[in-house]
């Protein structure tokens, strides 16, 4: 939640707070709806990426194959998953879903999911970055 002037009622700011709340539940609702039953590779292995592998590893129905990640040195292992370069990911998993992690470079990363092959609608985007709330929510 961004810092903002707050000029109104405490209801008024209540409101805003539970949307952005209920905004960033919902994202990750839609995540894991989407990858339940099939194969999933995170896009991103910042600290982002890894957030997110925290937040859907304790859903039984979600299958977090691997990560991908444009970097010059891939790490081999992040959270016991393998890390590859996303053409590699793309070849060993052409059926999963692809989760873009990253606010900044989300677009490119997606037009080159495409570029590889990989339909648009296999492609998903986690930007709610990395909540406490989050933690509680899914985990707790």
């Known amino acids: 939640f961004q810092a903002m002037c707050f000029c109104g009622s405490p209801r008024l700011l209540y409101n805003a707070c539970e949307k952005v709340v209920h905004d960033k539940i919902s994202e990750v609702q839609n995540i894991i709806e989407e990858i339940s039953g099939r194969e999933a590779v995170i896009f991103g292995c910042g600290k982002l990426g890894q957030f997110l592998h925290i937040l859907l590893g304790n859903q039984k129905q979600v299958k977090i194959a691997a ?74």
């Open 67 to 140: 990560y991908c990640d444009n970097c010059d040195k891939p790490e081999k292992q992040i959270q016991g998953i393998k890390v590859f370069k996303p053409e590699t990911a793309i070849s060993k998993y052409p059926k999963a879903k692809y989760i873009i992690a990253n606010r900044l470079c989300a677009e490119e990363m997606k037009k080159q999911l495409c570029n590889h092959g990989v339909n648009e609608k296999d492609i998903l985007l986690y930007t709610s970055a990395r909540d406490m709330m989050l933690i509680e929510t899914f985990l707790g």
